[in-house]
């Protein structure tokens, strides 16, 4: 706020009579704004305003009247006193204190497992700068403080990575033997499927899948007597992709969203795809009925766009299998990085639900398998032999192993990766 504090000084009267010549002073008295007649500059407010300088001299005082019989020769009057030169202009007030400007908040973290990041917190409004005292004597305002400087930008939050189920990313130890839940390992899944027990209704089946602490992955299962064999087999897995199967059918036994970008793409838009093991090994205690496998999946529409899709196959290639296995009935072998031999076919698998192919590895059966699937090399078989239109889509691909009753081991993979035109996409873990 300005404030103005005037000084004046009396001055000498001039009266109607004849006055003795006032004394002339030769300065005015001191102003605060400035020594006699000139008033010098008020000093610059570092807060207090400079004050108006003091008017200079006051009008002489008139002449006395002149002894003597006759009226005296008027006094002359005496000469005014010079006004007293008012102050100049006091210098501006320094500028405020620019206000120091509050800080960026630091920004949230996403959170994990669907949970949002925390907010991050806000900044501090920077504390506005203070207006500049006014001037000296009818000095002119003060310079206005300028606005605080704006905080510096808070460091970005290292983010939790989730996918669209908000699981966030695996790490080392992480597990779960919930029926249906799964591991996030970045562009598939680790999931704990056991369907077949599910539906046979046997809760004495332990399951279980987990990433190990040298962040290798795998699974572990006991399932006792269940009823009907390997029909209803439980099936531990890592999905590459989406069901054919729609999200809203009772058949999706895993997310009705794609685990990956790659996929689902029809087979006519497909000029390369496979899958590359390293290494993939079953330990058994008892070994009644199981399969080590990679398994592919076709749909007639797009499930991501269409709830009932139309599934339509389902292509398995064994690479370990129990003994005394169902017997091939089908003939023909492709290469697809190893060479495989048709076991099973069948046009109205699944109760004529969809069509079915089963290739078995030559060299097999094993108990650890190491290498590429050319994946596209087995589609393209497949579509040439059974005349299968290139519209078709392919869903997804899985790695995994089927189990039956009477049953116990754990299956060690140490790393999985996935092409598509050229993409890949391999295990990927948090911290």
Request: hydrophobic content about 35%; proline content about 4%; some cysteine.
């Amino acid at each position: 706020m300005l404030k103005s504090k005037l000084i004046f000084v009396g001055s000498c009267l001039i009266t109607a009579l004849t006055l003795s010549q006032c004394a002339s002073p030769s300065t005015g008295p001191q102003g605060e704004g400035g020594m006699g007649g000139t008033a010098s500059a008020g000093n610059a407010g570092s807060g207090s305003a400079g004050t108006t300088g003091v008017a200079g001299n006051t009008t002489g005082n008139a002449g006395t009247t002149g002894g003597g019989n006759t009226t005296g020769a008027a006094g002359t009057t005496g000469n005014a006193g010079t006004t007293g030169v008012a102050g100049t202009t006091g210098a501006a007030g320094v500028a405020g204190a620019a206000g120091r400007g509050g800080t960026t908040g630091v920004a949230g973290t996403t959170g994990a497992a669907g949970v949002a990041g925390v907010a991050g917190r806000g900044g501090t409004t920077g504390v506005a700068g203070t207006t500049g005292v006014g001037g000296g004597a009818a000095g002119t305002t003060g310079v206005a403080g300028t606005t605080g400087v704006g905080g510096m930008a808070g460091a970005a939050g290292a983010g939790v990575r989730t996918d669209m189920g908000g699981i966030p990313l695996a790490k080392p130890n992480d597990s779960t033997n919930v029926s249906r839940k799964y591991l996030n390992l970045g562009e598939m899944r680790l999931i704990n499927n056991r369907w077949g027990s599910d539906e046979l209704g046997c809760s004495a089946t332990t399951q279980r899948v987990f990433v190990n602490s040298d962040r290798t992955i795998g699974w572990e299962f006991n399932r006792p007597a269940c009823g009907l064999m390997g029909q209803k087999p439980d099936y531990p897995e890592v999905e590459f992709g989406v069901g054919p199967f729609g999200a809203n059918n009772a058949l999706l036994t895993t997310p009705a969203f794609s685990s990956t970008t790659l996929l689902p793409k029809q087979i006519k838009d497909i000029t390369s795809a496979a899958v590359t093991l390293d290494t993939m090994t079953i330990t058994l205690q008892r070994a009644t009925s199981w399969n080590i496998n990679f398994e592919i999946w076709f749909s007639q529409r797009n499930p991501l766009t269409d709830p009932n899709p139309g599934v339509f196959a389902e292509i398995m290639g064994f690479f370990g299998w129990e003994t005394g296995r169902w017997p091939c009935d089908q003939s023909g072998s492709l290469t697809a990085g190893a060479g495989y031999n048709l076991c099973h076919q069948s046009d109205s698998w699944a109760n004529g639900q969809w069509r079915y192919y089963q290739f078995n590895v030559n060299n097999g059966p094993l108990m650890n398998y190491n290498g590429r699937v050319d994946v596209k090399a087995a589609i393209d078989w497949i579509v040439s032999r059974y005349s299968l239109s290139r519209d078709l889509w392919l869903t997804r691909i899985e790695i995994g192993s089927e189990i039956g009753d009477n049953t116990q081991g754990s299956v060690k993979i140490r790393n999985l990766t996935f092409d598509i035109n050229g993409a890949t996409r391999s295990i990927e873990l948090a911290p």
